[in-house]
């Protein structure tokens, strides 16, 4: 008898597993079925509704939603399910709903035990479905149903599975005897499956905090690279610049030499002392040197300028001349001569002839000023 006991309890529960999965991946209409869906949610609604309208507002808090959903969140959230089927046709039904559901001792076992509660009347076609699946027989008609992983199944999902089962009415003490039994029996293994859940949640945290740690450090390491490059890539350019600048101005300097050079071909002889019309001009140079120099009257006030900038030519044995000025480079004066009173500035001019501008005939005192940025030109 004990064996045939065990062998019994173990086909009822190999018969609650297969229910329970076959709800849940029974074949549904295509068309239409989430208008089935919104249908069955109305229903469960509807049904709580009606349930506190004729027996008031003291109940389990039901689900309100479909059967699948509830089944799916009571599997995710790894809590108790309790599926009630009932039908006002049935005797019993009135007396159910009236001592057991709403009993406080039992709507308080039910919260402190987190268990997930969804009713339905089976005139309705989800329950109706439900109860073909559960195999009620008699009604009211309770399922206490729990999610589970199978021995031998490590690291799979868990799946829900009848463990419990009431048909016909039951005593809210009898209800909360057996529920605790399936809770000794049965919680455990949510426990377990808990505790693996959290476990991986943890390693994911743990995976993910390494994850981002990692990404953060090379992410900083990538800015690093960034600023280095950067700060390379500028001194580079700031090198690149004051050699090319460097480049510019010993070019420059270079040009200005060697027009000077050939400049100094071009200046014209000092006037013989027999000449008339000559033009007599005393330079101070910038250097504080007095030098001073005969000029023709139709010397032009350029020519002067270039006698001041090549003078330091004139004299030097070794400065060759250059036959011809350097290309792609237009010379201009570092200075300015200047009388000093009344102070009138003498401005280069390659066509003025000396004996024409003011100051400079027949004879003049001339400062040679050198220029800067800020130099006002007057």
């Not at 250059?322 to 200047?338: A, C, G, I, K, R």
Request: hydrophobic content about 40%; charged content about 25%.
């Amino acid at each position: 008898m004990v064996l045939r006991a065990i062998i019994d309890y173990c086909i009822n529960i190999f018969k609650g597993v297969l229910q329970v999965v076959l709800y849940f991946f029974i074949p549904r209409p295509l068309v239409g079925d989430g208008q089935n869906r919104q249908r069955d949610s109305q229903l469960a609604t509807q049904f709580i509704q009606k349930f506190v309208e004729k027996y008031g507002n003291v109940h389990p808090e039901f689900f309100r939603g479909t059967l699948p959903e509830a089944l799916e969140r009571a599997k995710n959230e790894l809590r108790f399910a309790m599926v009630i089927l009932q039908t006002d046709e049935h005797d019993n039904t009135i007396k159910f709903n009236r001592d057991t559901l709403t009993s406080e001792l039992l709507i308080a076992f039910l919260r402190e035990n987190n268990i997930l509660i969804w009713a339905g009347d089976v005139r309705d076609p989800e329950p109706f479905q439900a109860s073909i699946t559960l195999q009620a027989t008699t009604y009211p008609f309770v399922a206490i149903i729990a999610a589970q992983i199978p021995h031998g199944s490590t690291g799979s999902s868990p799946r829900m599975i009848v463990v419990d089962r009431f048909e016909g009415i039951s005593s809210p003490e009898n209800m909360i005897a057996r529920l605790t039994m399936s809770i000794s029996r049965y919680g455990p293994d949510l426990q377990r499956i808990r505790s693996e859940r959290a476990g991986h949640e943890a390693a994911r945290q743990i995976r993910a905090q390494q994850d981002d740690a990692y990404l953060a450090s090379l992410k900083a390491d990538q800015e690093k690279e960034r600023k280095a490059y950067e700060l390379a890539e500028k001194q580079r350019l700031a090198e690149e610049r004051a050699r090319k600048e460097e480049e510019a101005r010993q070019l420059l300097a270079l040009n200005r030499e060697k027009w000077r050079r050939w400049a100094l071909t071009q200046l014209p002889d000092e006037p013989h002392p027999n000449e008339t019309e000559v033009a007599k001009l005393s330079f101070k140079l910038v250097n504080g040197e007095r030098v001073v120099r005969k000029f023709r009257a139709t010397d032009t006030v350029e020519t002067a300028y270039i006698f001041v900038d090549t003078y330091h030519l004139q004299n030097g044995a070794s400065s060759s001349t250059v036959s011809e000025p350097p290309s792609n480079y237009t010379h201009t004066f570092d200075f300015l001569l200047v009388s000093p009173y009344p102070r009138i500035v003498h401005h280069v001019d390659k066509f003025k002839e000396i004996k024409s501008e003011q100051g400079l005939w027949p004879s003049a005192n001339l400062i040679v000023e050198g220029l800067t940025s800020d130099d006002d030109e007057e």
